[in-house]
Structures are given as structure tokens and as C-alpha cells.
């Protein structure tokens, strides 16, 4: 299957939380380095016609993080939060806040799941409360969300 004929899998499990599956060409190890690595994270993070700076990037527990992101008309939003848990080529727990929406945090549990030489990414992402839920999936996220995706498949497979 070529890169830009994959889509991310999104349900809504619960009234509170979104989940997220895709797989990825490459390695658990490799597709977890290529997450946690804030040189990496500009090549593959946002939309295609977007840029992310990495602001901050302390990958630990308690370590905070903050991306912002200009899109083509030269608009700039943040993005941020805290890292819960990290869990070596298994799991990242954080904090998600987006600068559009200030003030409404969820948090996300990405969790790596090793296929050999392939790997699924399955995303839990929990908000305080349904609303907040819907308004994440009102908000065109779907379509950030895969072409995100679609750029992370291409720098795997440059730095193959």
C-alpha cells in the first residue's frame, strides 16, 4: 500500500476519549526514536504545508514540551504539554494542550506495538469531557492527523 492511500483508524471507544491506530513500515524501536527525537520531530509533525519549530523537548517524566507550528499563511499556534510516562520503545504518556483552545488539556497514551519489522501506534487520548471530545474531532484534527502520519511514513523510509 503506498504511503498516501494509508488512514489513520479513529473511534471513540468512550464518551471521553478518542483512539487512534496505524501502522507504520519501520521498526518499534525506530518509529519510537523518530517520537522522542526533537531534531526529527520538524520533518514529519503537522500538516504538509505547515512547519514546526521544537520550542522545548525534555523527554522524561515530569520534562515539558512545546512545538509551534506556522502554516502557509505565516499563522502561528503552540502546541505543549508534559510527558507522564515514558516507557522505552513501548509507551509515552503526556499532556496535550493546543494554543486554540487554552485551558482544555487531554492526555495521550501512545503505546508501540512491535510487529517485527512493522509497528502499530495505537493513540488514547482521554478529555475531561464530552465536549471537549467532539470539539477535537469538529476541529479537522482527521485530516492533520493522516497527513502527519503520511510524512512520518516518508522519513522512515529516507532514514531506512
Request: glycine share 8%; aromatic share 10%; charged share 30%.
Amino acid at each position: 500500500m503506498s504511503t498516501d492511500q494509508k488512514t489513520a483508524a479513529v473511534t471513540t471507544p468512550t464518551d471521553r476519549t478518542i483512539r487512534i491506530e496505524r501502522e507504520f513500515d519501520a521498526p518499534r524501536d525506530r518509529v519510537f526514536a523518530v517520537y522522542t527525537d526533537p531534531a526529527l520531530i520538524p520533518g514529519w509533525w503537522g500538516l504538509r504545508d505547515s512547519s514546526t519549530v521544537v520550542e522545548e523537548m525534555d523527554v522524561r517524566v515530569g520534562g515539558r514540551w512545546r512545538f509551534a507550528n506556522t502554516d502557509c499563511d505565516g499563522n502561528v499556534t503552540g502546541f505543549s504539554g508534559a510527558y507522564r510516562e515514558i516507557v522505552p520503545n513501548e509507551r509515552i504518556s503526556q499532556t496535550f494542550e493546543w494554543d486554540g483552545m487554552p485551558g482544555y488539556v487531554s492526555v495521550e497514551t501512545a503505546t508501540f506495538i512491535d510487529l517485527g519489522d512493522r509497528t502499530r501506534v495505537v493513540t488514547e487520548t482521554l478529555f475531561f469531557t464530552t465536549e471537549e471530545r467532539d470539539g477535537m474531532l469538529g476541529s479537522g484534527m482527521e485530516i492533520g492527523l493522516n497527513q502527519t502520519y503520511q510524512r512520518l511514513d516518508e522519513l522512515l523510509a529516507r532514514t531506512a
